[in-house]
């Protein structure tokens, strides 16, 4: 059975950072591209980080570059956002979802309605 399961979320300070997993399961990762999204009360969901299949290629949000770093080890099936600097403005619900095709990559973001087979994802709060 395909599944992505994220963890790592919390309560954290601002200005502090948090490593977020996406494990995945029933399927060869390597053959895909994988995002990260976050959606806050009230707000769309927003792509903030993808990383082609082998890892080579990624794509940031503008409200995050700079800040995050997206990473993946295939051998172990997963994937990983490590988050510096955190704001009071990235507190949301972060997914992980997978590309519906195998062996592609995006020229620009991470459009939301091309990854399927989303996570339950994690929350991740800044507050002080």
């Known amino acids: 059975q395909l599944q992505l399961v994220e963890s790592g979320g919390g309560l954290v300070q601002p200005g502090g950072s948090l490593r977020l997993s996406c494990a995945a399961s029933g399927f060869t990762l390597g053959y895909y591209a994988i995002g990260w999204f976050r959606q806050a009360p009230g707000k769309e969901r927003e792509g903030i980080s993808c990383i082609n299949s082998r890892g080579g290629y990624t794509n940031y949000a503008d409200s995050v570059k700079g800040r995050f770093t997206i990473s993946r080890d295939n051998a172990k099936s997963t994937v990983y956002l490590q988050m510096n600097g955190l704001k009071p403005e990235d507190t949301a619900v972060y997914y992980c979802?997978?590309?519906?095709?195998?062996?592609?990559?995006?020229?620009?973001?991470?459009?939301?309605?091309?990854?399927?087979?989303w996570g339950q994802g994690t929350q991740v709060t800044v507050s002080s």
């Open positions: 979802a997978r590309d519906r095709v195998q062996l592609r990559w995006f020229s620009s973001g991470c459009p939301a309605t091309e990854f399927a087979y």
